[in-house]
Structures are given as C-alpha cells and as structure tokens.
C-alpha cells in the first residue's frame, strides 16, 4: 500500500510550491523547525509557554493571509508569501501531537475555530495541511498506553465536533480528486482523521453519517472498478460506520446500499483478488454486507438484488470469496423465510450441502432438505455426527481444563465459564445439536434410525444432545425482544421434548 500518511504538500498555481519534508513523519522536520526557532529567540521547550507563542505565530499568519487575500483578491501574487507562512505555522503545530496534556490550554487559547475554519481555505493545500494535523492530533498513538491522555484527546475531539469539523472534511473530500497523488494522499488522510475520531469517540460513527454525506461518497469510491489503497480505506471505512449501527444500517440500506455493495463484490464472483491489500478489502466489502444484512428490510432489498443467486454463484465458483459468500447467505437467511424459499427454489441446497460435505431434487422445499440427509447412504449425518464428536471433545477437554483451574484456587465464574467453552467450540456444537434436533423432529423414520445408530456407535443417548440443546435453550438472549426469545425457546423445547 501507498503511505498516504504523508501529507500533500503541492500548492495549486496561485500559489508557489513548497518543498515536501525530508524526514519520516514528522519527528525531523518539526524538531529542526523548533530548533531554529530557538535560535532566534523562538520556542525553546514544549510547555504551555512555547505552545501560546506557536499559537500566536499561527493567529498572526492566518490573519495576514486572510487580509491579504481580502486585499488583492485577484492577484495571488500579492498573498501567496502569507500562505507560505501560514503553511509553515501550521506544520509547526504539528509538533503538539508529542504533548497532548496541552490541549486543554490549545483549547482555552480557542485555537480549534481557527484550525476548523481553514479546512474551507480558498487553497485546498491550506485545507490539506489543516487535515494532516488534525490526524496527527487524534492519532491513537497519541493516548497510546497512558490513560491521563485520553481526557485531553477526548476534550480535542468534542471541541472539532462543537465547530463542524465533520462537515468541513466530508466536503473537502468531494473536492479532491484521484487523479492527482497528493489529491489522493489528502483523501486518505481525511478518511483517517475521520477514523480517528471515531475511535475517540465512537458516537461519531453515527453522527457523521447524520450531519454529512459520507455514505454516499464511500459507496461511490467502492463502486469503481478499479483497485487502489484508498478503496480499500473506503471499504474499512463503510465496515466501522456499519458495524452494530443498526441506524447506519438502514441509512446506507435507504440509499441502494444493498445493491452497491452487491455490486462491489460481484467483481469477484471469479477471480480472486491480485494482492493482500485487495483481498483485505474484499473481506471488508463482505463484512459491510453482513452488517447491512441484520435490519430487516435489508434482507428484502437484497432478495430483490438477487443476492441469493450471486451468493451461490460465488459458492460454486470456489474462490476465495466462497466462505464469506456463505457467511452473507447466512445472515440473509436468518429470521427471513423468503429468502430461505429462495435459497432452496434457485438450488442452494446442492451448492450449499457440496460445502458441506467438501441430482436436482423434487418435492416441498421441507421434503428437499430432508431428501438431502437421506441420499448417499446417509452421508451427511454421519457427517453431522463426525463434527458433533469432535466439537464435543473440545468442549470436554476446554472443561476440564477449567475445572483444574478452579482446584488451583482460580476463581472463574459461571459467565466466564460459559464464555469460555463457547470459544472452545460450544456455540457450533449447539448448532449441530439444533440441527440433529430439526432432523428429529421431522419424524423420518430412517433419518431417527440413523441417528440412533450413530449415537449407539459413539457410546452416547438422545439425552446427551438434550443437554446440549437445554444448555443452549437457557442461554438465549433478548437482544430482538422478548417476544423472539420466547419464540426461539419454544422451539428449542419442542427438540428436547422430541429427543
């Protein structure tokens, strides 16, 4: 990947160009822009001292800009030194990123309206030098491990926020193209100052996509064909807004979000990605679309798409999409029976069981799917089982590695306990234990017969899958409302009372 951390240094053509840094960051350029300062007379140490005199350098620089360009409008030669200068003040302050238990006094010195103002400056390269040190400012590295740091940056970011900061960047993206590296180098750093920001303050995910049109334009920059970094920081972007948003969820699902998303990732239905990066970034497009795929109109939209059938598509063309392909299908599925009608009326269930083991059939959906445990000797429920035992090993032995843990005078309690043995495979394990339950209960005789066998053959009794299933009955949440839990218990109970 490019470094577009570097910020564009390239002024437009009313004004002079102006050297890049030399140095690596910042770290070189700012200490040697310091030092000179201190010797002629200048900043000497970081304090609050040498903070109020680069601030006033600063004030100073952007008010013989502003008059000189109120002056002379139509002679950029009369102003451009001033937008030198001003340039310069403003790499300088770069240098408080070091400091952050200054900007309190940054804050009371009421430096940030003059910051946010510049980032509409006539120059955009003003407005890029703006975006730059605002990055620095809210970089993650600048809490880094210490916790008397967080205040201040918090503080810093809720003093951008009170001045449209997000509003201010968002535009200066519209305004910056392609085309131009050090346009591109500016992109990236804005959509990584907004990234910054919504760390800090994670609110900001939400309230960006309400006071700006951020969505849009990160739909747009994933729609074009080609790769490049700041796609791939769009589509990352688009993931951190979307992840357990549900209000972003919608907003993106409202402005044919769905089927941008489809379309993003239908580029790879057969090829796979040409570098690390771009698969990143596809793995990033697919997260976006199961994110977009948990409010329920969402589902719909995408039935509408076809995202049923682009997902099987991708299945059976075995890239390196297949096994996000299936992920979307299964959030797309989930708690909406047409797209399970879908999924078995375009065939899913050939594409989806040949995963699952790694002739069309005829019938009800129902007698199709059951049609399936059936055929091959029944082949996927010894399948079935195979994976039973050995997530029911691993639960076993994550089980008896914690009770010796508590023998030892470690305390861990009941949650932790549970928590700990749905990483060590629980979770799938009641998914297999459902799954069995389902079969079950259809009442096949030869699929009971099976079934019977098997745990025969593993030393096991319809009881023990009843214990899975009632440990999972119990752990049920009402995160979709209690009415859904006890629709989901019910038929849970239902298998247990079955077994």
Request: charged letters at 30%; glycine letters at 4%.
């Amino acid at each position: 990947m490019e470094d577009y951390h570097q910020p564009a240094k390239r002024m437009r053509s009313d004004s002079p160009s102006i050297a890049p840094f030399n140095g690596e960051g910042v770290d070189l350029s700012l200490l040697e822009a310091v030092e000179k300062s201190a010797q002629n007379g200048g900043v000497e140490v970081l304090d609050v001292r040498a903070l109020k005199k680069l601030v006033l350098a600063f004030e100073r620089r952007l008010r013989d800009n502003l008059e000189a360009r109120m002056k002379y409008p139509d002679q950029p030669e009369k102003f451009a030194d001033s937008e030198v200068e001003l340039h310069e003040e403003i790499e300088r302050l770069r240098i408080l990123a070091g400091a952050p238990e200054l900007y309190p006094e940054l804050l009371a010195l009421n430096t940030v309206p003059s910051l946010v103002g510049l980032l509409g400056h006539d120059n955009p390269d003003i407005a890029v030098d703006v975006v730059s040190l605002l990055m620095d400012l809210t970089d993650e590295d600048v809490i880094g491990e210490d916790d008397d740091n967080e205040e201040p940056v918090r503080a810093l970011v809720d003093a951008l926020l009170e001045n449209n900061a997000l509003e201010l960047l968002v535009q200066n993206l519209a305004r910056l193209s392609e085309a131009d590296p050090d346009e591109a180098a500016a992109i990236h750093s804005t959509l990584s100052t907004i990234e910054n920001l919504i760390e800090v303050k994670p609110a900001v995910a939400e309230l960006v996509c309400e006071r700006t049109k951020l969505l849009r334009w990160l739909l747009g920059r994933i729609k074009v064909r080609e790769f490049d970094a700041n796609k791939q920081y769009a589509s990352e972007i688009l993931a951190i807004l979307l992840q357990n948003n549900p209000a972003n969820q919608k907003r993106l699902g409202q402005i044919n979000g769905v089927d941008a998303v489809l379309q993003a990732v239908a580029v790879y239905k057969s090829r796979d990605p040409n570098t690390e990066d771009e698969e990143e970034m596809l793995e990033n497009l697919f997260d976006c679309l199961c994110c977009l795929l948990m409010p329920m109109e969402n589902k719909e939209r995408f039935l509408k798409s076809e995202g049923v059938e682009l997902m099987i598509i991708i299945m059976k063309q075995k890239k390196s999409a297949y096994g996000s392909a299936i992920r979307a299908l299964d959030f797309a599925m989930t708690k909406y029976s047409p797209a399970c009608e879908r999924f078995v009326d375009v065939l899913g269930l050939k594409t989806a069981f040949a995963a699952f083991m790694g002739g069309i059939l005829r019938g009800s959906r129902r007698d199709r799917l059951l049609s399936k445990f059936v055929e091959n000797e029944f082949e996927k429920i010894d399948r079935l089982m195979e994976l039973y035992m050995r997530y029911s090993d691993r639960v076993k032995s994550e089980t008896q590695r914690l009770d010796s843990l508590e023998l030892d005078d470690l305390e861990i309690d009941e949650e932790e306990l549970y928590n700990r043995k749905l990483e060590a495979g629980l979770y799938t394990l009641q998914l297999i234990a459902v799954i069995l339950g389902h079969l079950w209960s259809s009442d096949h005789p030869k699929i009971r017969e099976r079934i019977e066998l098997l745990l025969k053959q593993n030393r096991l009794t319809k009881n023990d899958v009843g214990e899975i299933l009632q440990e999972y009955h119990d752990n049920i949440g009402d995160l979709d409302g209690p009415e859904e839990k006890e629709r989901a218990q019910a038929k849970i109970q239902k298998f247990i009372s079955a077994l």
